[in-house]
């Protein structure tokens, strides 16, 4: 379904929440807004094989709609691994059960849960992946949120990380945030409909410098960390713990 939740005057007066409303629309609303949204998921399938380990988890915090799971089934082509989902949002999670019929079939074994992730005694997992869920936390709660993460990975295990970022230089975020607006439009949101998002976005979505979610993953633990994919105010990192 076509996303047209902010074609009304006024319709970013409301916080943005991922509710039944959003998670109709989510899967076109991402491919839309988010830059090469599909190909940040397949690189983090092909990093989370990479670095996988038998018997472990991967976590996919902030799943939403189950996108990741696809990729993952492709990347591992019928090698056993354990996968679970976790968000907040109910409808989020009935869309994911609903989008991935095919789980706990063959050697594929995952699970969809609503949870708060900052709240979860995480199992021993390899590969945790949060594409674009820790913006919208409490910029207090990431840092603990991080702790806990690499208390639970394995030694050689990844977080794998997207955000929408800030950078150091105040000018060079406008222009990003300029040319971003400006691809949303390429993909046919009107003026209203992006300023009526941001809106929407404000407090909400929190975003942090490149450099400080550099600073927050190095703080917990995780070297190296690398930028794998940068598209102006979207930044993916990988983080490995030794």
């Not at 380990?53 to 991967?58: G, K, L, N, S, V």
């Not at 207090?140 to 977080?159: M, S």
């Amino acid at each position: 379904m076509k996303d047209e939740i902010f074609k009304q005057p006024g319709s970013g007066k409301k916080p943005f929440e991922f509710n039944a409303q959003v998670a109709e629309v989510f899967d076109d609303m991402v491919s839309r807004s988010i830059p090469f949204y599909n190909e940040v998921l397949r690189m983090s399938a092909e990093l989370a094989r990479t670095f996988y380990q038998a018997d472990t988890e991967i976590y996919d915090l902030g799943c939403s709609t189950g996108a990741l799971v696809p990729f993952l089934e492709r990347e591992f082509a019928g090698t056993g691994f354990y996968y679970s989902g976790i968000d907040s949002s109910d409808e989020m999670i009935i869309k994911a059960n609903l989008s991935c019929p095919r789980m706990n079939s063959g050697a594929t074994k995952a699970q969809f849960a609503v949870a708060d992730i900052t709240q979860i005694d995480y199992q021993p997992a390899s590969v945790f992946v949060a594409n674009y869920t820790f913006q919208f936390l409490k910029p207090l709660v990431r840092q603990a949120l991080l702790r806990k993460i690499f208390g639970a990975l394995t030694p050689g295990g990844c977080l794998i990380v997207s955000e929408k970022c800030l950078e150091d230089a105040a000018d060079m975020s406008r222009v990003y945030a300029d040319l971003y607006h400006t691809m949303k439009a390429r993909n046919g949101y009107s003026q209203l409909e992006i300023a009526e998002k941001r809106d929407a976005l404000e407090n909400v979505l929190i975003p942090f410098r490149v450099s400080e979610n550099l600073e927050l993953l190095g703080a917990a633990g995780f070297n190296p960390v690398s930028i794998f994919f940068k598209y102006y105010n979207f930044t993916s990192f990988i983080a490995l713990k030794p």
